[in-house]
């Protein structure tokens, strides 16, 4: 039988179920034996991971042939405007790439979250602002190196969707199962 979690992984966890440095992992949250996560989000990064036994949906998922949307939101240092924001939308060179076009934006108001433990560092002369950046590739750091590319380090990264799943009211470190019709919404989309 297969199964779906949905995670919100705090700051400081590794994507994975051991580590032999003794850093928190995903069995410190989850006891569900013989699921896996489906991609990857970075220790330093927090938010909704999706873990499946489910070879066929992790494939397609995972595969940058199938690409489908991952949003994210992303606090920035400074606060950029429509301008600065465009490259993103056509693609931009990172390391040794170009990435797939993006959709950013910037948010009008600060999303309401529970605090990060711990909490990002604060410059007083610095303002910070917080975008929406929606994928349909997932590199390793892409969205970090994405904004430093165009001016605006990121200080808070938090995946809020996957394709159409959201995090919802999950608080960091609860999880749940998906609902059956979360599941069959899910499959029509990555077929």
Same mark, same amino acid.
């Given at each position: 039988?297969?199964?779906?979690?949905?995670?919100?992984?705090?700051?400081?966890?590794?994507?994975?179920?051991?580590?032999?440095?003794?850093?928190?992992?995903?069995?410190?949250?989850?006891?569900?034996?013989?699921?896996?996560?489906?991609?990857?989000?970075?220790?330093?990064?927090?938010?909704?991971?999706?873990?499946?036994?489910?070879?066929?949906?992790?494939?397609?998922?995972?595969?940058? +042939?199938?690409?489908?949307?991952?949003?994210?939101?992303?606090?920035?240092?400074?606060?950029?405007?429509?301008?600065?924001?465009?490259?993103?939308?056509?693609?931009?060179?990172?390391?040794?790439?170009?990435?797939?076009?993006?959709?950013?934006?910037?948010?009008?108001?600060?999303?309401?979250?529970?605090?990060?433990?711990?909490?990002?560092?604060?410059?007083?002369?610095?303002?910070?602002?917080?975008?929406?950046?929606?994928?349909?590739?997932?590199?390793?750091?892409?969205? +970090? +190196?994405?904004?430093?590319?165009?001016?605006?380090?990121?200080?808070?990264?938090?995946?809020?969707?996957?394709?159409?799943?959201?995090?919802?009211?999950?608080?960091?470190?609860?999880?749940?199962?998906?609902?059956?019709?979360?599941?069959? $919404?899910?499959?029509? $989309?990555?077929?």
């Amino acid at each position: 039988m297969h199964q779906y979690i949905l995670f919100h992984k705090p700051y400081g966890v590794l994507c994975q179920f051991s580590d032999q440095q003794g850093r928190v992992t995903l069995k410190d949250y989850i006891s569900v034996p013989d699921v896996y996560p489906v991609g990857r989000l970075d220790r330093d990064s927090e938010g909704l991971l999706l873990l499946t036994n489910h070879g066929w949906l992790q494939h397609r998922l995972s595969d940058p +042939r199938f690409s489908h949307p991952r949003t994210y939101w992303v606090q920035v240092e400074r606060i950029p405007t429509p301008y600065d924001l465009k490259p993103l939308g056509q693609g931009i060179k990172i390391q040794n790439y170009l990435t797939r076009p993006a959709q950013a934006k910037l948010l009008a108001t600060a999303p309401e979250l529970p605090p990060r433990d711990p909490p990002i560092r604060v410059r007083q002369t610095v303002p910070t602002a917080w975008l929406e950046i929606t994928l349909t590739e997932g590199r390793n750091r892409q969205v +970090r +190196r994405m904004t430093a590319a165009i001016g605006y380090p990121t200080l808070r990264l938090i995946r809020v969707a996957i394709a159409s799943l959201s995090l919802g009211e999950l608080l960091p470190g609860q999880w749940r199962n998906l609902e059956p019709e979360e599941i069959l $919404q899910l499959r029509s $989309q990555v077929e």
